[in-house]
């Protein structure tokens, strides 16, 4: 008899988190390595945040919470959907969860039966797929080409769906491209899913405040309110607050589905720690400018990276308009061989050679679901990143 269920047979452990680990490993041997490929502020969590992280320690604030979330955060994420986005939740349609990820677990697993399908545009998030597999759906990739800026096209999406379609998820600004929808381009979106009153939306808005250029990345409901009856809208405190390690996500949903996302919630992790949530409650509703002051220095690492990736043979690397990553095609760089001796036939091949050659750990394209490109980091210090962009070059230089 097998140890482990055959539902584990349909999913694969993280591939951004397996490379990060390695890089770890190989840095902790001793070499001179420089990692690009976790998605994770290298900013510290703001001082105000930590102290109200402190104060609730010395309060007592240290027992359980709701399953759901203290009331105070809930409140606290519903008067800033409202600043935000000019989103009308109340705080009771609301759940907090463990990490964003929770939350998208939560919700597929609380409403997918065996076979109900979920579009998924790619490149797409390593998790999307196998929370769905996992939840016994069937993950629809729809391939969002470069052309398009990888954002999916409206007669794309009316093509992907069938009468098993449950779902849709978009994730804007994109990870891991970066790339985000404007207004007018999620107004198509929307009035193709007007048409289909059987698809749920789960819009992933985790990285919308990380956006340049004056950009901005509007959320679903906000453009088409008459889709907020079957939307759950997710975000986050950990990139915008620079809070991965706190784990607290949240989303806010018609109040029968946040019921059953708290049902699942109360039989699996129970409700977040106490002292991250009253952590939370000062990021969303204490001083904001902080953000401005990430972003910018972001944007600079996005202009420094594009541009000296663009300066390496056979790369070509679009400009994001969100999020910390960029997505350049590798495709000039196939069928090549690599200074150490590796045949570049692979995206996988082409990080797998960069990391042992040069130090520079990133993640293949085909781990997000579109081969030939590669994604990189952007969130690590200036310095770092010349070093690294210099060494990527040098790497593409000596491909023969």
Same mark, same amino acid.
């Given at each position: 008899?097998?140890?482990?269920?055959?539902?584990?047979?349909?999913?694969?452990?993280?591939?951004?988190?397996?490379?990060?680990?390695?890089?770890?490993?190989?840095?902790?041997?001793?070499?001179?390595?420089?990692?690009?490929?976790?998605?994770?502020?290298?900013?510290?969590?703001?001082?105000?945040?930590?102290?109200?992280?402190?104060?609730?320690?010395?309060?007592?604030?240290?027992?359980?919470?709701?399953?759901?979330?203290?009331?105070?955060?809930?409140?606290?994420?519903?008067?800033?959907?409202? $600043?935000?986005?000019?989103?009308?939740?109340?705080?009771?349609?609301?759940?907090?969860?463990?990490?964003?990820?929770?939350?998208?677990?939560?919700?597929?697993?609380?409403?997918?039966?065996?076979?109900?399908?979920?579009?998924?545009?790619?490149?797409?998030?390593?998790?999307?797929?196998?929370?769905?597999?996992?939840?016994?759906?069937?993950?629809?990739?729809?391939?969002?080409?470069?052309?398009?800026?990888?954002? +999916?096209?409206?007669?794309?999406?009316?093509?992907?769906?069938?009468?098993?379609?449950?779902?849709?998820?978009?994730?804007?600004?994109?990870?891991?491209?970066?790339?985000?929808?404007?207004?007018?381009?999620?107004?198509?979106?929307?009035?193709?899913?007007?048409?289909?009153?059987?698809?749920?939306?789960?819009?992933?808005?985790?990285?919308?405040?990380?956006?340049?250029?004056?950009?901005?990345?509007?959320?679903?409901?906000?453009?088409?309110?008459?889709?907020?009856?079957?939307?759950?809208?997710?975000?986050?405190?950990?990139?915008?607050?620079?809070?991965?390690?706190?784990?607290?996500?949240?989303?806010?949903?018609?109040?029968? +589905?946040?019921?059953?996302?708290?049902?699942?919630?109360?039989?699996?992790?129970?409700?977040?720690?106490?002292?991250?949530?009253?952590?939370?409650?000062?990021?969303?509703?204490?001083?904001?400018?902080?953000?401005?002051?990430?972003?910018?220095?972001?944007?600079?690492?996005?202009?420094?990276?594009?541009?000296?990736?663009?300066?390496?043979?056979?790369?070509?690397?679009?400009?994001?308009?969100?999020?910390?990553?960029?997505?350049?095609?590798?495709?000039?760089?196939?069928?090549?061989?690599?200074?150490?001796?590796?045949?570049?036939?692979?995206?996988?091949?082409?990080?797998?050679? +960069?990391?042992?050659?040069?130090?520079?750990? $990133?993640?293949?394209?085909? $781990?997000?679901?579109?081969?030939?490109?590669?994604?990189?980091?952007?969130?690590?210090?200036?310095?770092?990143?010349?070093?690294?962009?210099?060494?990527?070059?040098?790497?593409?230089?000596?491909?023969?």
């Amino acid at each position: 008899m097998d140890l482990t269920a055959a539902r584990l047979d349909r999913i694969s452990p993280s591939q951004t988190i397996a490379i990060s680990t390695k890089a770890r490993a190989l840095k902790a041997a001793g070499k001179d390595i420089i990692s690009l490929s976790a998605g994770e502020p290298d900013f510290d969590t703001p001082d105000t945040i930590k102290q109200a992280a402190i104060r609730a320690i010395e309060a007592g604030e240290t027992k359980y919470t709701d399953v759901a979330g203290t009331p105070a955060l809930r409140r606290a994420i519903a008067e800033r959907f409202r $600043a935000d986005s000019g989103l009308d939740y109340t705080w009771d349609e609301v759940i907090v969860s463990n990490g964003g990820k929770q939350i998208i677990y939560n919700a597929m697993v609380a409403t997918i039966n065996p076979g109900d399908e979920a579009i998924i545009p790619a490149p797409c998030w390593v998790s999307y797929p196998d929370i769905v597999s996992l939840a016994e759906g069937t993950p629809v990739i729809v391939p969002c080409s470069a052309e398009n800026g990888f954002k +999916l096209q409206p007669a794309e999406l009316e093509a992907a769906i069938t009468p098993r379609t449950k779902w849709l998820l978009l994730n804007s600004p994109n990870n891991p491209t970066g790339a985000a929808y404007s207004a007018e381009e999620m107004r198509g979106l929307c009035d193709v899913l007007l048409r289909h009153p059987q698809v749920w939306i789960l819009t992933d808005d985790i990285y919308n405040k990380l956006v340049y250029d004056g950009f901005r990345a509007p959320t679903v409901v906000e453009v088409e309110p008459r889709l907020r009856d079957r939307t759950v809208t997710m975000n986050g405190v950990s990139k915008a607050y620079a809070m991965t390690g706190w784990r607290i996500g949240y989303s806010a949903a018609p109040v029968q +589905l946040t019921r059953a996302m708290n049902k699942l919630q109360s039989q699996s992790t129970s409700g977040p720690g106490s002292i991250s949530q009253a952590a939370a409650v000062e990021a969303l509703t204490g001083p904001q400018d902080f953000i401005a002051t990430m972003v910018a220095t972001y944007q600079a690492r996005r202009d420094l990276v594009v541009g000296m990736l663009n300066g390496a043979k056979g790369l070509h690397c679009a400009v994001p308009e969100g999020a910390f990553y960029v997505f350049p095609s590798m495709v000039g760089c196939m069928g090549k061989t690599s200074a150490g001796g590796t045949l570049i036939d692979t995206d996988e091949a082409f990080v797998t050679a +960069l990391l042992d050659e040069e130090g520079v750990a $990133a993640v293949h394209g085909s $781990a997000f679901m579109f081969a030939g490109h590669f994604r990189i980091s952007y969130a690590t210090d200036t310095e770092s990143l010349k070093e690294a962009c210099l060494r990527i070059q040098r790497f593409c230089a000596a491909l023969r």
